[in-house]
């Protein structure tokens, strides 16, 4: 197991920024992979953005374009560059890492709240 804990939610502006961090236990060099899901009320969690551990990214078509993710060896920290944010993205936002690709750890969520 991993321990994950997300900071940098909040409340922004529509077409605003935020950048979410999430500081892991462990090395993130041995995550199978690691990553931003959300779940708004209401919805189902669903995923945003994943990066393998060969660093190819992965996201949801709705963030495309808008949102990055990247990670931090040194400070074993997985990030999302939320840029151009909309009122639908509103959510709460969950890191997670696998050890394997059935092996799950998640944090305790951020909340994220854009206004129009």
């Known amino acids: 197991q991993v321990q994950l804990v997300e900071s940098g939610g909040g409340l922004v502006q529509a077409g605003g920024s935020l950048r979410l961090s999430c500081a892991a236990s462990r090395s993130i060099f041995s995550f199978y992979s690691a990553g931003w899901y959300r779940q708004a009320p209401g919805k189902q969690r669903e995923l945003v953005a994943t990066?393998?551990?060969?660093?190819?990214?992965n996201y949801a078509d709705s963030v495309q374009g808008r949102f990055t993710i990247s990670r931090d060896g040194v400070k074993n920290t997985v990030i999302l560059q939320m840029d151009s944010l909309k009122p639908e993205d509103t959510a709460v936002y969950y890191c997670?890492?696998?050890?394997?690709?059935?092996?799950?750890?998640w944090g305790q969520g951020t909340q994220v709240t854009v206004s129009s």
């Open positions: 997670n890492a696998k050890m394997t690709p059935i092996q799950n750890s």
């Open positions: 990066m393998a551990g060969s660093g190819r990214t």
